[in-house]
């Protein structure tokens, strides 16, 4: 199980630097990335030092652009963590104010678009595996669907720019490519810090949290946690990868951790800027079990008896009825039902159907089970199975009720000496 620690927010290249620093295969990552055939770009894996903490760094470096950040144009991505006071909104942020810069290496301002089928098409034509193109194709449906919102359009007219396209491709396929790898089927996800104030974009200047985002933890419902950290800490990319792979809203009430990874974001914050995975075992816990009650007192001890066969085949681990007084000094049963989770509503069904209550308490039960196993045992008088049953250097025997019975009949004897002989039978073996 995966476990992603957000406080410190979270974004597409910081993702992919965690599980990346947590064991994806980067021989794997570079493999999928080059079966894209998206140009216009180069990856740069590294480390970086945050705050004193060693952490994984990966950065989409587009042409012509060496510092790694690329500009916002119309309908795309948001993005990367930004300065204090001075952002760019978009996937990874710019020095500049917004201005439009070319990189296609000419010095052009090329405007080429893509859109969700586009992007789909590359995703589809790629070497990655079918289960990491579904992660990558779901993560960019909700970015889609979210900037869809924010503009007031449906998803199929919503388009990527050119430039924005390309380093959010590759930081979706990337996180997607690396999950595979990692082999990641459950996934849960910390609250999500945030910071404040306001970046600068081709729209104009926009709150922290940016629309897209707002978007995303609306639909999915991530958890927001406002900081006084001056900046964005959540992009769209990166709360599209928070919910696209979340399966659980909360961790296990204890777990082992296996392994844990650090991806750094780019700027530096008064905290450290990274996001922490891990890999987790959840503790086994002890079997779920519930007791059923309820209170009868205008039943017939016929169907009582009946209910109590019809629990039984439905697969309560057990049943009795202990006599109790009601109010009015009624004579009345007490029904009591031990069963697993999993057969929970089917027997208060059963219960329902079979008697006149209107009511059935419940609660969990935890039980002490000694280790048991089945044995068959020679008598002179056939076949007997025996429970055998043990704690620690005690064990006990107890035969089946039916064996024993049909030892008594066939032999003569007490149905009691029957019982011990096949006991002290088990006890020889």
């Known amino acids: 199980m995966l476990y992603l620690e957000c406080y ?26 080059a079966s894209l055939k998206v140009d216009g770009y180069e990856v740069r894996i590294g480390r970086r030092i945050k705050c004193g903490i060693d952490a994984c760094s990966f950065d989409v470096i587009l042409s012509g652009k060496e510092d790694g950040h690329s500009h916002d144009y119309v309908e795309h991505i948001h993005g990367e963590h930004g ?32 859109n969700l089928e586009e992007i789909a098409g590359i995703i589809n034509g790629s070497d990655m595996t079918e289960r990491a193109k579904k992660t990558a194709l779901r993560i960019f449906q909700i970015v889609a669907e979210a900037e869809g919102k924010v503009h007031g359009k449906p998803v199929e007219e919503v388009h990527f720019h050119e430039v924005g396209a390309v380093d959010s491709i590759v930081d979706i396929a990337a996180a997607a490519i690396c999950l595979d790898d990692l082999d990641i089927t459950e996934a849960v996800v910390s609250e999500v810090s945030e910071g404040n104030g ?11 949290p940016v629309p897209a985002v707002t978007a995303i933890a609306e639909r999915y419902g991530l958890f927001l946690r406002p900081t006084d950290t001056r900046g964005e800490m959540v992009t769209p990319t990166g709360a599209a990868i928070a919910s696209g792979i979340r399966t659980r809203e909360e961790l296990p009430s204890s777990y082992r951790i296996v392994k844990t990874g650090m991806g750094a974001g780019k700027k530096d914050f008064a905290k450290a800027n990274i996001l922490r995975a891990y890999l987790i075992e959840e503790k ?72 006149t209550t209107i009511g059935i308490r419940r609660y969990r039960l935890e039980r002490t089970v000694l280790s048991r196993k089945l044995l068959t045992v020679e008598t002179p008088y056939g076949r007997a199975r025996v429970k055998q049953v043990s704690r620690g250097e005690m064990t006990f025997y107890y035969p089946e009720y039916e064996d024993a019975a049909r030892y008594a009949d066939v032999s003569g004897i007490s149905f009691q000496e029957a019982y011990e002989e096949i006991r002290r039978a088990a006890g020889c073996l």
């Open 8 to 33: 410190s927010g979270i974004s597409g290249d910081m993702a992919v630097a965690a599980l990346l620093d947590l064991g994806a295969s980067r021989e794997k990552l570079e493999q999928g990335l």
């Open 83 to 114: 300065h204090e006071g001075e952002h760019i909104h978009g996937e990874h942020d710019s020095h500049s104010h917004g201005e439009e810069h070319s990189h296609d290496g000419h010095g052009a301002h090329a405007h080429v678009h893509r």
């Open 198 to 208: 306001h970046v600068h974009c081709q729209h104009g200047i926009l709150p922290v």
């Open 284 to 355: 086994e816990q002890p079997e779920a079990m519930w007791m059923l009650e309820t209170n009868i007192d205008d039943v017939t001890g016929e169907a009582l008896g009946y209910v109590m066969e019809k629990l039984f085949r439905a697969g309560a681990r057990d049943v009795c009825y202990v006599p109790v007084f009601m109010k009015k000094n009624r004579p009345a049963y007490l029904m009591k039902v031990v069963c697993d989770e999993k057969d929970r509503e089917p027997l208060e069904e059963l219960i329902f159907l079979h008697t």
